[in-house]
Antibody, heavy 119, light 108 residues
Framework: EVQLLESGGGLVQPGGSLRLSCAASGFPFRSYAMGWVRQAPDKGLEWVSTIRGLEGSADYADSVKGRFTIYRDSSNLYLQMNSLMAEDTAVYYC??????????????WGRGTLVTVSS | EVVLTQSPGTLSLSPGERGTLSCRASQRVSTHYLAWYQQKPGQAPRLLIYAASSRATGIPDRFSGSGSGTDFTLTINGLEPNDFAVYYCQHYGPSPQAFGRGTKVEVK
């Protein structure tokens, strides 16, 4: 069974940093593209970043480019978030793409981890 | 960059009725790259439809997707109490990916 478990969320001051983790199991992790999707309080879904399977290249939304970095190891997905702003406050979901490339839908989602950026 | 506009923002229906949700793209998109998700309060989104009209595993056949070009539709036949939720469309083609703002289906 596919399982995705996020961790690392919390309260951080503006300008601070945070690293989110997503522990993955139940599928050949390296073979699939993985992504982060966020949802601000009472708002819709916003794609943040995707890292491709196998070759490992990544894409970012313009809103986080240059501040966030996605990377992975053998069974975990990470999102390093720097220069955080109030607008980054959201629940961050880890999600599995259906295939190795980024142009596939998300077929599995984690439960999310809340990031709050506030002084 | 594809922008998705969903309408209506809120749909008020009674159990047993049919719900028709619209997703309009700012430019022509391939049907291969259009998905629909359901999200209930406090839960992660769940994949319903991919490639515009293919149901995901375990999704009941009262959910159906259709459309092409710039106009796509999610239809829910015979709404059940468990179907009242927010629905999002997504374009998952070449980056950047995009979600619509969602349609809330609420009890009338």
């Amino acid at each position: 069974e596919v399982q995705l478990l996020e961790s690392g969320g919390g309260l951080v001051q503006p300008g601070g940093s945070l690293r989110l983790s997503c522990a993955a199991s139940g599928f050949p992790f390296r073979s699939y593209a993985m992504g982060w999707v966020r949802q601000a309080p009472d708002k819709g879904l916003e794609w943040v970043s995707t890292i491709r399977g196998l070759e490992g290249s990544a894409d970012y939304a313009d809103s986080v480019k240059g501040r966030f970095t996605i990377y992975r190891d053998s069974s975990n997905l990470y999102l390093q978030m720097n220069s955080l702003m109030a607008e980054d406050t959201a629940v961050y979901y880890c999600a599995k793409h259906y295939g190795a490339n980024s142009d596939w839908y998300f077929d599995r989602w984690g439960r999310g981890t809340l990031v709050t950026v506030s002084s | 960059e594809v922008v998705l506009t969903q309408s209506p923002g809120t749909l008020s229906l009674s159990p047993g009725e049919r719900g028709t949700l619209s997703c309009r793209a700012s430019q022509r998109v391939s049907t291969h790259y259009l998905a629909w998700y359901q999200q209930k309060p406090g839960q992660a989104p769940r994949l319903l439809i991919y490639a515009a009209s293919s149901r995901a595993t375990g999704i009941p056949d009262r959910f159906s997707g259709s459309g092409s070009g710039t106009d796509f539709t999610l239809t829910i036949n015979g709404l059940e109490p468990n179907d009242f939720a927010v629905y999002y469309c997504q374009h998952y083609g070449p980056s950047p990916q995009a979600f619509g703002r969602g349609t809330k289906v609420e009890v009338k």
